[in-house]
Nanobody, 127 residues
Framework: QVQLVESGGGLVQVGGSLRLSCAAS????????EAWFRQAPGKEREFVAG????????YHADFVKGRFTISRDNAKNTVYLQMNSLKPEDTAVYYC????????????????????WGQGTQVTVSS
């Protein structure tokens, strides 16, 4: 079992920045693959970014490349999502997800591949 708790969401103006954090517990954190997803009202949950167990492999969705960066600190059992140059279309509930496989070069990108989810944190970008 893995428990995930997100924090860092809030209201920000267009062009602003936020850093989301996801604190994990219940399993050796360095054995997990982590990801961020988001879900806007009326839309399906979508992959934003993912990171392998060591942090050496990351994937970012095309719509956030160059603006968002995923990272992790295994000593703190925490994964981060640094979000810069925020746009109104980034408004959504952001979810942290964990996969219990210690992937080396592969990072899952579909909702169904992740068994563990946080409760979500709201990000609202005002124009």
């Amino acid at each position: 079992q893995v428990q995930l708790v997100e924090s860092g969401g809030g209201l920000v103006q267009v062009g602003g920045s936020l850093r989301l954090s996801c604190a994990a517990s219940g399993r050796t954190f360095s054995d997990t693959t982590e990801a961020w997803f988001r879900q806007a009202p009326g839309k399906e949950r979508e992959f934003v970014a993912g990171i392998n167990w060591s942090g050496g492999i990351t994937y970012h969705a095309d719509f956030v490349k160059g603006r968002f960066t995923i990272s992790r600190d295994n000593a703190k059992n925490t994964v981060y999502l640094q979000m810069n140059s925020l746009k109104p279309e980034d408004t959504a509930v952001y979810y942290c997800a964990a996969h219990s496989t210690r992937y080396t070069i592969y990072v899952p990108r579909s909702v169904t591949e992740y068994a563990y989810w946080g409760q979500g944190t709201q990000v609202t970008v005002s124009s």
